[in-house]
């Protein structure tokens, strides 16, 4: 073998496995969900009357950034790993079905009781992201669990809720995306309500939230394909990948629109270079390039405000960021949405985020055969993993 060889050989040796079938991903991917899970239960108990929205997402950003500083400490080729906020905390109440994550200057009225609160966050460990979305009733108090008699709304969660097991459930190796919109069409169907249709679900990768690989939650008619929609590709999962499983589903139409809630959340588009003429859009962008080069952040980690808010407008005009826009509902529609991580292992689909649906939602739907089915066997999974679990700690118990 010439050198020329050896060097390139040894190029290839080196490369890094970015992919599950890299055990150490599978860890950061795995440690990353449970920072996930333990913000999204700390926010859960945070809803309550009173509480203040930002505030709300100032907590579930302060339990990420300190549960990351406790891992990874060590230096990696001299550099420190990056590790952090990987979405950044939204709280959506009511008609508002995500992305609001409001500065300090233009908070709204706190929540109150029985007000419809949607979560959603990530949080990453050197790029490997995971992320979930919750919706819950604001309760009376802290003891005081919500009556759940919002048949409505109640359905509408329920619907939600299985449709993002459904779909998780569907998303393994050699399946297509088409496979899982089918599956999320059938269950809202079957309980009356609609997908959001801008909604989709998204293949992560390493520092990259929304990759190429995605699924629509529903196919778009032909009158919605003459306005614009856009069908999403076929696809097929692959094993080794990673999915953002994302569900909203809605008793109205499905036709999101912006309010005029101030877009606060944005994305670098890192294909786009253009020379910005305000002093305030270069301040952004240099911001954005240092702390926010890949992955969705918010503009109150900026500590000069106004020119963000100023700044922020230019770099949009020429495609420097990508916002993601505060989306409503029509008033009195219910809305819910929930959201999970799935690890496509060797074993098969892995649910590694996402908190059960609160007890109080119901419905007097039952799903369809085939739903029932797969909501059957999803459930004889978890109680086995329960009890083998169970079984663990009660033998390491004995043995101490």
């Given at each position: 073998?010439?050198?020329?060889?050896?060097?390139?050989?040894?190029?290839?040796?080196?490369?890094?496995?970015?992919?599950?079938?890299?055990?150490?991903?599978?860890?950061?991917?795995?440690?990353?969900?449970?920072?996930?899970?333990?913000?999204?239960?700390?926010?859960?108990?945070?809803?309550?009357?009173?509480?203040?929205?930002?505030?709300?997402?100032?907590?579930?950003?302060?339990?990420?950034?300190?549960?990351?500083?406790?891992?990874?400490?060590?230096?990696?080729?001299?550099?420190?790993?990056?590790?952090?906020?990987?979405?950044?905390?939204?709280?959506?109440?009511?008609?508002?079905v995500c992305n609001h994550s409001p500065l300090a200057s233009e908070e709204l009225e706190p929540l109150k009781e029985g007000d419809v609160v949607k979560i959603d966050l990530g949080c990453h460990i050197d790029g490997y992201i995971s992320v979930a979305a919750h919706t819950l009733v604001v309760p009376a108090g802290p003891d005081?669990?919500?009556?759940?008699?919002?048949?409505?709304?109640?359905?509408?969660?329920?619907?939600?809720?299985?449709?993002?097991?459904?779909?998780?459930?569907?998303?393994?190796?050699?399946?297509?995306?088409?496979?899982?919109?089918?599956?999320?069409?059938?269950?809202?169907?079957?309980?009356?309500?609609?997908?959001?249709?801008?909604?989709?679900?998204?293949?992560?990768?390493?520092?990259?939230?929304?990759?190429?690989?995605?699924?629509?939650l529903k196919e778009p008619t032909a009158d919605e394909l003459e306005e614009g929609e856009e069908k999403v590709p076929e696809c097929t999962f692959e094993q080794g990948e990673v999915y953002a499983v994302d569900v909203a589903l809605s008793t109205g139409d499905g036709k999101v629109r912006p309010g005029t809630l101030r877009t606060?959340?944005?994305?670098?588009?890192?294909?786009?270079?253009?020379?910005?003429?305000?002093?305030?859009?270069?301040?952004?962008?240099?911001?954005?390039?240092?702390?926010?080069?890949?992955?969705?952040?918010?503009?109150?980690?900026?500590?000069?405000?106004?020119?963000?808010?100023?700044?922020?407008?230019?770099?949009?005009?020429?495609?420097?960021?990508?916002?993601?826009?505060?989306?409503?509902?029509?008033?009195?529609?219910?809305?819910?949405?929930?959201?999970?991580?799935?690890?496509?292992?060797?074993?098969?689909?892995?649910?590694?985020?996402?908190?059960?649906?609160?007890?109080?939602?119901?419905?007097?739907?039952?799903?369809?055969?085939?739903?029932?089915?797969?909501?059957?066997?999803?459930?004889?999974?978890?109680?086995?993993?329960?009890?083998?679990?169970?079984?663990?700690?009660?033998?390491?118990?004995?043995?101490?």
């Amino acid at each position: 073998m010439s050198s020329d060889e050896e060097s390139v050989g040894s190029n290839a040796s080196e490369e890094e496995i970015t992919d599950l079938s890299n055990s150490d991903v599978c860890t950061k991917h795995v440690e990353a969900s449970k920072i996930v899970n333990l913000a999204l239960q700390g926010l859960v108990q945070q809803c309550i009357p009173g509480a203040k929205v930002v505030d709300l997402c100032q907590f579930g950003a302060t339990v990420i950034d300190a549960s990351v500083a406790k891992l990874y400490n060590k230096k990696v080729n001299g550099q420190p790993v990056e590790k952090g906020v990987a979405f950044p905390v939204c709280i959506s109440v009511n008609d508002i079905v995500c992305n609001h994550s409001p500065l300090a200057s233009e908070e709204l009225e706190p929540l109150k009781e029985g007000d419809v609160v949607k979560i959603d966050l990530g949080c990453h460990i050197d790029g490997y992201i995971s992320v979930a979305a919750h919706t819950l009733v604001v309760p009376a108090g802290p003891d005081s669990p919500p009556a759940g008699d919002d048949e409505v709304l109640g359905n509408v969660a329920v619907a939600a809720y299985n449709a993002m097991l459904v779909a998780a459930d569907a998303i393994k190796a050699g399946a297509t995306n088409a496979d899982v919109t089918k599956a999320v069409e059938r269950v809202a169907s079957n309980y009356g309500v609609s997908p959001i249709s801008t909604v989709r679900m998204h293949q992560m990768k390493r520092f990259v939230i929304d990759g190429v690989k995605e699924v629509a939650l529903k196919e778009p008619t032909a009158d919605e394909l003459e306005e614009g929609e856009e069908k999403v590709p076929e696809c097929t999962f692959e094993q080794g990948e990673v999915y953002a499983v994302d569900v909203a589903l809605s008793t109205g139409d499905g036709k999101v629109r912006p309010g005029t809630l101030r877009t606060t959340v944005f994305k670098r588009n890192v294909e786009t270079s253009y020379k910005l003429k305000m002093k305030a859009s270069r301040y952004v962008l240099s911001e954005v390039d240092k702390k926010f080069p890949t992955l969705p952040f918010t503009l109150r980690h900026f500590e000069e405000e106004t020119q963000a808010k100023m700044g922020v407008q230019e770099c949009v005009a020429h495609g420097l960021l990508t916002p993601y826009p505060c989306l409503h509902e029509k008033a009195g529609e219910k809305v819910a949405h929930f959201k999970c991580t799935v690890l496509l292992l060797p074993s098969g689909t892995s649910r590694v985020t996402g908190l059960d649906m609160p007890e109080y939602f119901k419905t007097d739907k039952t799903p369809d055969e085939e739903t029932g089915k797969v909501l059957a066997a999803i459930a004889e999974k978890a109680a086995k993993k329960a009890k083998k679990k169970a079984a663990k700690k009660k033998k390491k118990k004995a043995s101490s």
